[in-house]
């Protein structure tokens, strides 16, 4: 336990490691010249293996980049590939049916041994989450089965001494029930194979799910601490070891590490960007806050009385009431505050059940979803909510008055403009080569990128809803249509084409 505490508190060193391993491999992919298909989908191939369990959108985005090179090269090998890769982020960021429909088009006699028996354990693996989402007494057991299926497929491919082929023979004993069997292949993994850290979390974490069933609670957190520290050392965001170990404790009263460990999996599935572990962690999330707030109580009435029976007749008396008092303050407005995430959480969470429908997610989410923006409102809410208890309409007047909105825009779309230069550091010489000299655009000082540039860089983005692109930059459709009029009766290629161009320069 003390060793998970010492891992948290030190996991940004962790991460600093992960990312200067990136860092490395990213100064190849930009700095190295005249890099042929293969190579560019080889660096591409190993930003992914560092991203895939680590944030969803990085990871997601060179698994594109695999699926676009293989296309490009046409290789259906190398397309199927990647497509099993990015099957991979979709599941973990809980896109159920994004995924199927995806791994649907996989070619699959087309793919070498190695990748069909990924691809049937992958497949597999959806049906074992589809059926823990959907947890059904009628569905569920159907997809157990067919995932149950697709591990056999992928075991007459794997060899029998390879870490595969014991895991993945164990996963489906646990899903079949037969712990005992599965309890003898697991341990025999921990016992006899050499594994990364990735592996002895992934074991350690399967494996406390036979003791949890078994009833041995001690046994299973022993196992979930192991995979914690993994997980926490190897940078390992995409990971639910830590947010069961939280849940265990919990239920066995340990409210202290079960609060640290839930706030660690909350951070770790924000980073990640996995929705369906979010919608998860809304359900114990304001449990175990409550229950640490009501132990804080109890504290301090304990405190109080002590106090009021030791120094009752003395000035002390005085001094020690009124810290006692604010101490009592600041619980109220603690307990306010684990009230207002609660509500957040579940406004967050009909989010997520809408987030499958939505077909612009990532930019969407960039504006929708900053965290700033949300603790800005939060602070606003929480001061307008003070005032009004205290009845001080002038105050309240006050802050509303000093709310700069138009600040807040402009601190977005600033946001936008550098993240959108860090994808696409070529884009304004990019957009001027296709206009004409005299119509070219020339940024002012500390400019990122104008309006013109912002709406084409939108537009790049896949943002083609003129009405959308109005909303995000504050403006009226008519005034975004002028502008993309303006800047096209300006281009050098024929405005049926212009955006058509914009699509295709390229990202780094």
Known sequence: MEEVNRAISVSSTFDQIKNKRIDSIK?????????????????????????????????????????????????DSLIGYAKIKEGFVLLSAGLFKETFDLLQNVKMNLLPKTEKAEYFTMMARYYYDLGDYNNDRFYAPRYNDSGNRYIDSSLTLLTPESFEYVYYSGLKNIRSGNYERALSELKKLIASYPMSRHEVAVTTSTLSDIYI?????????????????????????????????????FRKGDAKNASTF????????????????????????????????????????????????????SLLLIILLFIIFRQIKKLQLAKADVTAAHRLQQHINTKLQEANKIK???????????????TRIEKFIQAVDVKITDRKLDDIRFLVNNLNLKKGREEVLHDFDRIFLKLFPNFIADFNSLINEEGQVRLKEGELLNTDLRIFALIRMGIHDTQKIAGI?????????????KIKNKSRVSNDIFEEKIMQIRSI
């Open 213 to 249: 069933q078994k009833g041995q609670t001690d046994t299973a957190i022993d196992l979930l601490l192991l995979a914690a520290i993994e997980d926490i050392r190897n940078s390992t965001k995409e990971t639910r070891a830590i947010f069961n170990l939280a849940t265990l404790l």
């Open 473 to 485: 930059l504050g403006y009226s459709v008519n005034t975004i249509n002028t502008y993309k009029s």
């Open 27 to 75: 100064h190849v992919l930009y700095k190295s010249r005249d890099i042929s298909d293969r190579g560019l989908f080889n660096l591409y191939s190993q930003l992914y293996n560092e991203y895939q369990i680590y944030n969803y959108d990085s990871a997601f985005s060179y698994a594109q980049r695999m699926v676009s090179e293989g296309q490009l090269m046409r290789e």
């Open 360 to 374: 612009e997610e990532y930019i969407g989410y960039f504006f929708s979803g900053n965290s700033e923006f949300y």
């Open 262 to 313: 839930i706030e660690k999996a909350v951070d770790d599935a924000v980073f990640y960007g996995a929705r369906q572990r979010k919608v998860q962690l809304t359900s114990i999330l304001p449990l175990i806050e409550a229950e640490r707030v009501n132990l804080l109580q109890n504290e301090n009435k304990k405190v109080m009385n002590y106090a009021i029976a030791v120094t009752l007749s």
